[in-house]
């Protein structure tokens, strides 16, 4: 009973409001964090995890995922913590700015932002230090016209990666890489390298999904025997960028990665 307390308590502080004031969309840095939201039409995200223990995802719309339990994460989630709480840039990861905003608990949020996606972790405290994490990704989506997958030849991605350990809350960042083959099976190889512990300082094992699949609708996806997975989308009109959430043992995260020109 008192889980189920503590989830209902949780839910309810992060289920933010949709709208935003003029005044908050002149605000600066964010401006760029505020148009990716305006045009976003895809939110994705990981399971749920509250003190390690999985919240299974039941499912994400056009502007917010839905976790079993009444978890919530809005598109403007990330827009309502960067508002309300310090936040500062804490890195520049493969070409992307790596922003982490904190609460007297520690931190809260923690990614980045490109010019038509975006990626985070969250974490939320509750009562009696009950914490919650799960990581999101979201941008705009096309798939007509010039943004059609190409049907021959190659493409490369780099940009960043942050993470979450589901148990500790510890943060990670990294490096992401991926290559994208097109044809009549396309595939993408993702890699995440250079994954560090901030908290420790201790490096993380690479992370790898190589062969993951590419619909026609231009999602990404491959999964692995042990529940781990990646999951994400070709973002913006010429599909300039990746962005998507992924789970890997006790690590949860996000990443966004640009074409490579």
Not at 10 to 17: E, K, P, R, T
Not at 133 to 151: C, D, I, K
Not at 164 to 183: E, L, R, V, W
Not at 242 to 257: D, Q, S, T
Request: hydrophobic share 40%; proline share 3%.
């Amino acid at each position: 009973m008192r889980i189920t307390s503590a989830v209902s308590a949780i839910a309810l502080s992060i289920v933010l409001s949709a709208c935003s004031t003029s005044q908050e969309l002149a605000i600066d840095p964010l401006s760029g964090l505020y148009k990716v939201v305006a045009r976003t039409n895809s939110v994705k995200a990981t399971n749920f995890y509250l003190n390690g223990t999985q919240i299974p995802l039941e499912g994400c719309g056009r502007f917010a995922c839905t976790a079993s339990g009444g978890f919530q994460g809005s598109l403007t989630t990330p827009v309502n913590i960067l508002l309300n709480l310090e936040h500062e840039t804490d890195a520049e990861i493969g070409g992307v700015e790596i922003v982490t905003a904190s609460s007297p608990e520690d931190w809260a949020l923690f990614g980045g932002w490109m010019t038509h996606s975006a990626f985070f972790v969250h974490r939320a405290v509750g009562r009696n230090d009950v914490e919650l994490v799960y990581a999101q990704s979201l941008g705009r989506l096309h798939r007509e016209g010039s943004a059609v997958l190409p049907v021959e030849g190659s493409a490369s991605y780099h940009g960043a990666m942050v993470g979450s350990n589901i148990k500790t809350s510890d943060p990670y960042t990294g490096k992401s890489t991926m290559t994208a083959s097109f044809g009549q099976t396309p595939t993408i190889d993702i890699h995440f390298t250079g994954i560090m512990n901030l908290r420790t300082g201790d490096a993380h094992d690479d992370i790898s999904y190589v062969g993951a699949s590419i619909s026609e609708r231009k999602g990404i996806w491959a999964s692995n025997s042990d529940g781990g997975y990646v999951n994400g989308e070709f973002m913006g009109a010429a599909n300039e960028e990746v962005a998507g959430v992924f789970e890997h043992g006790e690590l949860i995260g996000a990443f966004g990665a640009k074409r490579a020109e």
